[in-house]
């Protein structure tokens, strides 16, 4: 049974870090590109970074760069999300998705699993 769960979310003030984790079960995270999306309150679910497995690229968001790094552990079977100097707009419920390609996608539709979110709230 193909499984991801997210962990690592809670409540930061605003420039503190956070790293969520995505576990995945069920299959081997190695063959496929791994993305993380997050929904904030009222607004649609967007794509926040990706971890390409063809060429093992990552790609972030444009408010991202700088603040956020995505990596994978094949050991573990789990990707992460390193979250820096956070901002209240961050503030979201974040997905992983896996995509059953090599190649990113920034369309939510294009990935084949979701885990069940965790959230997480920047505010003072």
């Known amino acids: 049974q193909v499984q991801l769960v997210e962990s690592g979310g809670g409540l930061v003030q605003p420039g503190g870090s956070l790293r969520l984790s995505c576990a995945a079960s069920?299959?081997?995270?190695?063959?496929?590109?791994i993305g993380w999306f997050r929904q904030a309150p009222g607004k649609e679910r967007e794509g926040v970074s990706c971890?390409?497995?063809?060429?093992?690229?990552?790609y972030y968001a444009d408010s991202e760069k700088g603040r956020f790094t995505i990596s994978r552990d094949n050991a573990k079977n789990t990707v992460y999300l390193q979250m820096n100097s956070l901002k209240p707009e961050d503030t979201a419920i974040y997905y992983c998705?896996?995509?059953?390609?090599?190649?990113?996608?920034?369309?939510?539709?294009?990935?084949?699993?979701w885990g069940q979110g965790t959230e997480v709230t920047v505010s003072s």
């Open positions: 998705a896996v995509r059953q390609r090599y190649a990113c996608s920034g369309y939510e539709a294009d990935y084949d699993y």
């Open positions: 069920g299959f081997s995270l190695d063959y496929y590109a």
């Open positions: 971890f390409s497995r063809r060429d093992g690229s990552r």
